[in-house]
């Protein structure tokens, strides 16, 4: 491995400074240490140190890098146990009607049992009467648990290590929702991703049924459940589910999405996201960038069982650790992207299970393309359209019969 001979390279060469440095200090073959023979050994210790600091570094993040991919490898088997069981891919936001948790559960609540975490399944899928604190809960937590933000739930406060990156710093608080580094592709559209026209009750938006040709274009489909069959792209060519950054405050671009405060410019022109970067620092937004999407939980990875499109989806529209935005708050159609804390880009895991690293430089098309069927009946975005965010884009969509290869 690189890593390796670049240790290899630079112990050998530190060796001989050091050789060097003792038949410098013994040639006078005097007992004790001169002030220059001293400082020769300061001077040793230090290139000893700038030299090896960086291997090491590179080292640790070349192990986090690995355990965050065999992290992504077992996500991937456990879809496709879950697929084999149940002859269907878990829904994004799915769950119960309203009492309950609105039809708003992440993908990765109902494959616990295929991910070693049968005792928290148990928990979610059974009632329960006591809270966090210790107190009696009355009535009992329903079968598949509360609303998704309930901090009284103890199951939505429980951190599953398996879906953190170990590369990301972020750290939930206490008595806060676990996080999550795991992300479900849902296509390169916007408008009405969030709900797919089902409302939390389960009945349907009639009004935005003809919007369908946008949502429907991803692995996963918000509320609504989706086959291997469905994948006429291939099950190879297809991303199931990638990397994110969980929003530290900080306004990182790759961590924070962005509230847009109702502004639905961005459906048709993907790039007036990127106007609140700092032009000074790109890897910023600039300072007073509205952050909040209704609260300090609700922001990108913040709800480990969050599938709401600012939490826990994303669209393969810009590339990753590209810019994020909303169209108001955590409730509302999103153009989430992905992105890690791995240098130069992201992973995903494709539909056959197999993980990849993809780069940020993937070529995304064209980012001021409209986003697919929007407006309603574009003649440039019709349903089942090519996708023209490039080869990203294609990735993400599921039957548009575009012919790519995985970078």
Same mark, same amino acid.
Request: charged fraction near 15%; proline fraction near 8%; aromatic fraction near 8%.
């Given at each position: 491995?690189?890593?390796?001979? +670049?240790?290899?390279?630079?112990?050998?060469?530190?060796?001989?400074?050091? +050789?060097?440095?003792?038949?410098?200090?013994?040639?006078?073959?005097?007992?004790?240490?001169?002030?220059?023979?001293?400082?020769?050994?300061?001077?040793?210790?230090?290139?000893?140190?700038?030299?090896?600091?960086?291997?090491?570094?590179? *080292?640790?993040? *070349?192990?986090? +890098?690995?355990?965050?991919?065999?992290?992504?490898?077992?996500?991937?088997?456990?879809?496709?146990?879950?697929?084999?069981?149940?002859?269907?891919?878990?829904?994004?936001?799915?769950?119960?009607?309203?009492?309950?948790?609105?039809?708003?559960?992440?993908?990765?609540?109902?494959?616990?049992?295929?991910?070693?975490?049968?005792?928290?399944?148990?928990?979610?899928?059974?009632?329960?009467?006591?809270?966090?604190?210790?107190?009696?809960?009355?009535?009992?937590?329903?079968?598949?648990?509360?609303?998704?933000?309930?901090?009284? !739930?103890?199951?939505?406060?429980?951190?599953?290590?398996?879906?953190?990156?170990?590369?990301?710093?972020?750290?939930?608080?206490?008595?806060?929702?676990?996080?999550?580094?795991?992300?479900?592709?849902?296509?390169?559209?916007?408008?009405?991703?969030?709900?797919?026209?089902?409302?939390?009750? #389960?009945?349907?938006?009639?009004?935005?049924?003809?919007?369908?040709?946008?949502?429907?274009? #991803?692995?996963?489909?918000?509320?609504?459940?989706?086959?291997?069959?469905?994948?006429?792209?291939?099950?190879?060519?297809?991303?199931?589910?990638?990397?994110?950054?969980?929003?530290?405050?900080?306004?990182?671009?790759?961590?924070?999405?962005?509230?847009?405060?109702?502004?639905?410019?961005?459906?048709?022109?993907?790039?007036?996201?990127?106007?609140?970067?700092?032009?000074?620092?790109?890897?910023?937004?600039?300072?007073?960038?509205?952050?909040?999407?209704?609260?300090?939980?609700?922001?990108?990875?913040? +709800?480990?069982?969050?599938?709401?499109?600012?939490?826990?989806?994303?669209?393969?529209?810009?590339?990753?650790?590209?810019?994020?935005?909303?169209?108001?708050?955590?409730?509302?159609?999103?153009?989430?992207?992905?992105?890690? !804390?791995?240098?130069?880009?992201?992973?995903?895991?494709?539909?056959? #299970?197999?993980?990849?690293?993809?780069?940020?430089?993937?070529?995304?098309?064209?980012?001021?393309?409209?986003?697919?069927?929007?407006?309603?009946?574009?003649?440039?975005?019709?349903?089942?359209?090519?996708?023209? !965010? #490039?080869?990203?884009?294609?990735?993400?969509?599921?039957?548009?019969?575009?012919?790519?290869?995985?970078?």
């Amino acid at each position: 491995m690189p890593g390796k001979r +670049r240790f290899r390279f630079v112990s050998n060469r530190l060796l001989f400074v050091f +050789r060097f440095g003792l038949s410098f200090m013994n040639h006078k073959k005097r007992i004790g240490f001169t002030l220059v023979e001293l400082l020769v050994v300061i001077a040793i210790i230090g290139v000893l140190v700038g030299l090896l600091l960086p291997a090491v570094q590179s *080292a640790r993040e *070349a192990a986090r +890098r690995m355990s965050c991919s065999n992290n992504f490898k077992q996500v991937g088997l456990a879809l496709h146990n879950y697929h084999s069981a149940f002859k269907q891919l878990p829904k994004q936001s799915g769950g119960t009607n309203n009492p309950g948790n609105r039809h708003m559960l992440n993908f990765l609540v109902p494959i616990l049992p295929f991910m070693e975490q049968q005792p928290l399944w148990d928990q979610i899928s059974n009632p329960i009467a006591v809270r966090h604190n210790g107190q009696p809960q009355s009535p009992p937590f329903p079968s598949m648990g509360p609303e998704v933000w309930n901090r009284n !739930y103890t199951p939505w406060l429980t951190q599953v290590g398996t879906y953190r990156c170990p590369s990301d710093p972020s750290v939930p608080r206490a008595n806060t929702e676990g996080y999550t580094n795991i992300a479900a592709c849902i296509g390169d559209g916007i408008a009405s991703n969030n709900h797919s026209c089902i409302n939390d009750d #389960g009945s349907i938006r009639g009004w935005c049924t003809a919007r369908k040709g946008a949502f429907d274009r #991803g692995f996963f489909e918000t509320r609504i459940t989706t086959k291997f069959r469905d994948m006429i792209d291939g099950l190879s060519n297809t991303i199931a589910c990638t990397e994110i950054c969980v929003d530290n405050g900080n306004l990182e671009v790759r961590a924070t999405c962005v509230n847009r405060g109702q502004d639905a410019a961005f459906f048709t022109d993907p790039s007036v996201c990127e106007d609140t970067i700092d032009p000074t620092r790109p890897q910023y937004h600039l300072a007073g960038t509205n952050a909040n999407n209704w609260g300090s939980s609700q922001r990108k990875g913040m +709800r480990w069982t969050d599938g709401r499109p600012v939490l826990g989806s994303v669209t393969t529209i810009m590339p990753p650790n590209g810019v994020s935005c909303a169209w108001s708050g955590d409730g509302s159609d999103t153009m989430n992207s992905a992105g890690s !804390y791995h240098p130069g880009g992201c992973h995903v895991v494709l539909g056959d #299970g197999a993980v990849r690293f993809i780069s940020e430089s993937i070529d995304a098309g064209d980012k001021t393309a409209p986003s697919p069927n929007w407006p309603t009946g574009n003649p440039g975005t019709p349903p089942g359209s090519a996708s023209p !965010y #490039g080869v990203w884009g294609a990735l993400g969509t599921r039957a548009m019969r575009e012919s790519v290869e995985v970078p």
